[in-house]
């Protein structure tokens, strides 16, 4: 093609264009607010096909035939939609972009002071995955066993709860898709740690609050552990257990709209082979059995709504003998029967872009028969002068109503405002019953008004904070309180991020020393923590050091032959330092946590003397907690290892004046090695009806002798002491899920690793 | 070049361009809608199967969707860029496990976006229950020790979908093969079973007709190339 032709051609082409209209090129550099060249970013001329993308320097170019006033939009995931006038008329224009962070779940900075969080959300508080829960090796199936292993909570074996950061398991509240729960663990029994109620597997989300929690929760000083029930499930299925300590069997429908569920379980404990297994410390003519019936539904309200009801139902009763310490050749006797009938219904609901609506209630109903004695060589129940404190019955009743909305309202990116109210009513009624039939009768009534406000504000992604206030009021204390919190986080680089909490937080004196002989008011604890996190994918590393100032804690004295609140005199601090550690990089296909917690707390309430360290808080604890699933053998193994330095005991008697120590010193180190195994044959087999999963659970595993404390005589002379109920203990279990279970299908077409 | 040839031999140029240009000028406005979008889109979905990386899927997801905002009416345009965001996805698969949720899932966000505008322009068909696969695969990838309990049965549901409303879509054996072939035996995978859905995808290939050059027909050198690997 000669010269001539190439000319001729251009100008035709140049013609052509002309008709259509004149040809622009714009160009330019988009950049984010910090200077950085942004890459990947849409250029459009708006409502044309003209735009173009950026390079990785974030420069871009392109030609439009667009003329006029028109608006260019730059737009990119992660980045604010950006949109300017532009106006075509001749030569190139040249654009200096510049594109905001889009303030984002995924990158924002979140408060994690205290929190640690189960989730299978990807979020800087979610340390642990909520299958971390089951798969932890001395949690013996049970949540709050899992958060013994993180850094704040002690190892206390001879009672049940959470005690956190020096406060006792009283300070600890749980709360089950918000909603307070008030008989999580199942009744105390003297020097043996009762479980928690509910099984981990109805549950997909968990919070666990060490201090400084938001002020939707309240009435606990020290600690929230906050649950969140599951959803729909994924299919209709039915399941069957077996293990040594008894059987169990449920159903779950799953509507063919998916819309709805319902379902039911039913399970049956009874430890008579355990115990003939694993020789108990306790002789016991009553072997402990469990009857557990829960039933539940959820229905899809709407695209966005959920309503959901669990309805949970327990009998249980045990008796035991053991030799009395207070005289010899005699027996103490304990018999306990239980009923707890708990309901929870909970709805949530989007209403329009902006608002969000969350709301519960709850009843429990819990009854409790306990009786006591003294018995001897043949069995016979006797009185004996001096030890009549020995023969007692306590039965006590006791309802519980909570209810909570909260609505919360979305502000630009992820700001948002909540508030709303609470209602919690209580109804104890024991009744105990002295040696000679002579009858205390007790009636504690509390209705608890709250209500609550709290705004997050995120400035960017790299600057958050949360503001809220609590306001309470105590009808059986007749008293209002206010309980302002924040916390602030900021990010410090790309993987870490600094955060700060401080909050008030009150709670009612424990009921078990009400009425009070006098009047009493809430007790107060001031949390102040401060804390360093750094988190990658696979590793999460976390420092935190805080300060917790108790006021107006409970004294007690004896009155009227039992141990009752006297007054607000009460006093303590806590403080200390915690470390978490989280791998799952360095050894390849090892996940392993490590956690340790520094503790250094005194405190003076009940019958304390004076402040001291109490018996329930141990300077040094922790824990080592090891997973490893081996594919090819389709199991999983789970090694856990927990340390506390030794606590202190005491032996606090009145002497007609005063309380004073007749004894006091330090239990040994406590260390305990538990293995778990799960065994999951389907995990290979194609088609398979059947999802079986076989798990053996083996706690103290070394037969490491452990001691929990002293009790003494009532005279003080003997001491023993409490350890637990046996050395070791074995749990087998197989669990079976038929029907239309896919889940082996799932992983076989799809787990690419 | 012939009609250049002639202009060159011709004596009245001037007229004759002014000729030519007004006829196509003409011809142009009245197709310029069908026959530009028509055109805009082939030279898109060429880049499916010619181009690698997330920098350029980046740059044809965005045309797509520039395309699809646009015009508005079209749902093709807003199926492709769904699309793209899934190769996008799949590109920051780092092959370590629970590595990747922070870059997938805003792809797997994107996608269902544009997804759902495609579907609400049209309907659902076999290969939107195909993008719906891919989707719940990719964000299950992003972490799938944590997630497959979630995203596998909505893979495999989806993929059901699309065999339901077209068993001729080859696409839909390529996937289910690709699944045989990237899964680890002892997780159920087989690397001779997904021989035997290449194959059937492989056949449906040569005889599947897309409705035209621009409805879905992308995926034959992605099965060439598992094809490929059996040598």
Known sequence: ?753 | MQTISFINKSTNMKKLILIISVVLAANFSIAQTSDKFTKAMEQRIAMIDSTQGPDAWKEMTNAFERIGDAEKTQWLPYYYAAFGHILIGYSYWTGQMGNATDKMDPEADAAEKMLDKAISLSKETSETWIIKKMIASLRMMGDPMNRYMIYGPQADEALQKAKELDAGNPRVYLLEGEDKFQTPEQYGGSKEEAKLLFDKAKSLFESFKPESSIHPNWGLPRLMYYFSQYK
């Open chain 1, 1 to 753: 093609m000669g010269l001539k032709k190439t000319g001729l051609f251009t100008l035709l082409l140049s013609v052509l264009a002309g008709f259509a209209s004149a040809q622009f090129t714009i160009k330019g550099i988009v950049k984010d607010n910090k200077g950085n060249h942004i890459g990947g970013v849409s250029i459009v001329v708006k409502d044309t096909y003209d735009g173009a993308t950026t390079d990785s320097t974030g420069k871009f170019s392109f030609k439009t035939f667009e003329k006029g006033e028109q608006i260019l939009v730059a737009s990119s995931i992660g980045y604010r939609p950006f949109e300017q006038k532009i106006k075509l008329e001749g030569g190139i224009i040249n654009l200096n972009i510049i594109i905001k962070e889009e303030i984002t779940e995924l990158k924002a900075v979140v408060i994690t002071a205290g929190t640690f969080e189960a989730s299978d959300r990807k979020k800087a508080a979610a340390v642990l995955n909520p299958i971390d829960i089951v798969t932890t090796a001395s949690a013996e199936g049970d949540v709050t066993g899992a958060m013994k292993t993180l850094p704040g909570a002690q190892q206390v074996g001879e009672s049940e709860g959470l005690f956190v950061r020096g406060g006792t398991s009283g300070e600890t509240k749980t709360f089950i898709d918000g909603t307070l729960v008030n008989n999580f663990f199942y009744t105390s029994i003297p020097n043996i740690a009762s479980r928690s109620r509910f099984s981990p597997f109805i549950f997909k989300g968990t919070v666990f609050s060490t201090g400084g929690y938001s002020a939707l929760y309240g009435q606990a000083m020290s600690s929230a552990l906050i649950l969140e029930s599951i959803d729909l499930p994924d299919r209709t299925s039915a399941s069957l257990s077996v293990s040594v300590i008894g059987l169990g069997g449920g159903y779950q429908q799953l509507a063919k709209n998916k819309n709805s569920s319902w379902g039911f379980s039913y399970e049956y404990t009874d430890l008579t082979l355990a115990f003939k297994l694993f020789k108990q410390k306790q002789n016991y003519f009553q072997i402990p059995v469990y009857h557990t019936a829960d039933a539940n539904f959820r229905i899809k309200t709407s695209k966005t709504g959920i309503l959901k009801y669990y309805g949970y139902f327990n009998a249980n009763h045990l008796g035991f003998r053991e030799n009395s310490i207070d005289t010899s050749g005699y027996q103490d006797v304990f018999r306990l029967k239980n009923i707890n009938v708990y309901h929870n219904l909970a709805y949530k609901e989007k209403i329009g872009k902006k608002w969000r609506f969350n709301s519960g209630i709850s009843y429990t109903n819990n009854k409790d028969d306990i009786n006591g004695g003294l018995q001897d060589q043949q069995k016979n129940d006797v009185t004996l002068t001096g030890l009549e404190f020995k023969k007692f019955t306590l039965n006590s009743k006791a309802d519980y109503f909570n209810a909570k909305a909260v609505f919360e309202r979305r502000l630009t990116g992820l700001s948002a405002i909540r508030f709303g109210s609470e209602y919690n009513y209580s109804n104890d009624m024991p009744t105990f019953t002295i040696y000679n039939g002579q009858q205390f009768k007790y009636n504690i009534k509390e209705n608890i008004i709250s209500a609550f406000a709290e705004t997050d504000i995120y400035i960017t992604n790299n600057v958050a904070a949360k503001l809220g206030t609590r306001l309470e009021h105590s009808s059986l204390l007749d008293k209002f309180n206010f309980a302002p919190r924040i916390s602030l986080a900021y990010k410090v680089g790309k993987e870490g991020q600094a955060s700060l909490a401080y909050g008030i937080f009150y709670q009612d004196p424990d009921k078990r020393y009400l009425p009070a002989a006098n009047t009493v008011t809430f007790s107060r604890a001031d949390h102040y923590i401060a804390q360093y996190q750094r988190t990658t994918s696979l590793i999460t590393f976390r420092i935190e050091a805080f300060y917790k100032k108790y006021h107006d804690l409970i004294k007690t004295d004896l009155s009227g032959g039992r141990e009752a609140a006297v007054s607000n005199k009460g006093f303590g601090d806590a403080k200390g330092f915690e470390v978490f550690w989280r791998d799952r990089k360095t050894v390849k296909n090892l996940d392993y946590w490590i956690s340790y917690s520094y503790l250094d707390t005194k405190r003076d309430f009940l019958n304390f003397p004076y402040a001291i360290q109490p018996s329930f808080a141990a300077k040094h604890t922790a824990s080592l907690v090891v997973k490893k699933f081996v594919m090819a053998w389709k199991t999983g193994f789970n090694w856990s290892y927990n340390y506390s330095s030794g606590r202190p005991y005491y032996n606090i008697y009145y002497d007609g004046s005063q309380y004073k120590f007749r004894d006091k010193g330090l239990i040994p180190d406590y260390h305990n090695v538990s293995f778990s195994l799960n065994y999951i044959p389907a995990i290979a087999t194609q088609n398979a009806k059947t999802w079986i999963v076989y798990v053996i659970s083996w706690s103290n595993i070394f037969g490491i002798k452990q001691t929990y404390g002293y009790q003494y005589s009532y005279d003080g002379l003997k001491k023993q002491a409490i350890v637990p109920t046996s050395r070791t203990f074995i749990y087998i279990g197989i669990f079976f899920s038929f029907g239309v279970d896919r889940t082996q299908d799932a992983i076989n077409n799809n787990l690419k690793i």
